[in-house]
């Protein structure tokens, strides 16, 4: 069984940033997709960012300019930087990496944007 840790929530200011981390139990070099979802209270889960076959990049469109998604094989993590922080942001933020039919979630990261 695979785990995934998830690290780096917080509580931030408008316009701070955060960089989250998700370390897994398993090499991510053969990882065929790594992403970050998001679930603000009340709504449903959305994804954030992704990265697909090792170097394709997606981003939600809220989140374009201001979000990075990285991935560290050497210490079998992934990374979300988040800048220009807004209260929008506020989730619960997850990471889920798949190799080919398998895919793994993380416990979930609270992030709390507020003045």
């Known amino acids: 069984q695979v785990q995934l840790v998830e690290s780096g929530g917080g509580l931030v200011q408008p316009g701070g940033s955060l960089r989250l981390s998700c370390a897994a139990s398993?090499?991510?070099?053969?990882?065929?997709?790594m992403a970050w979802y998001r679930q603000a209270p009340g709504k449903e889960r959305e994804l954030v960012a992704q990265?697909?076959?090792?170097?394709?990049?997606n981003y939600a469109d809220s989140v374009k300019g201001r979000f990075t998604i990285s991935r560290d094989n050497a210490k079998n993590t992934v990374y979300l930087q988040m800048n220009s922080l807004k209260p929008e942001d506020t989730a619960v933020y997850y990471c889920?990496?798949?190799?080919?039919?398998?895919?793994?979630w993380g416990q979930g990261t609270q992030v709390s944007v507020s003045s």
């Open positions: 889920k990496i798949s190799w080919y039919k398998e895919a793994y």
């Open positions: 398993r090499s991510i070099f053969s990882a065929n997709a």
């Open positions: 990265i697909i076959g090792g170097s394709s990049l």
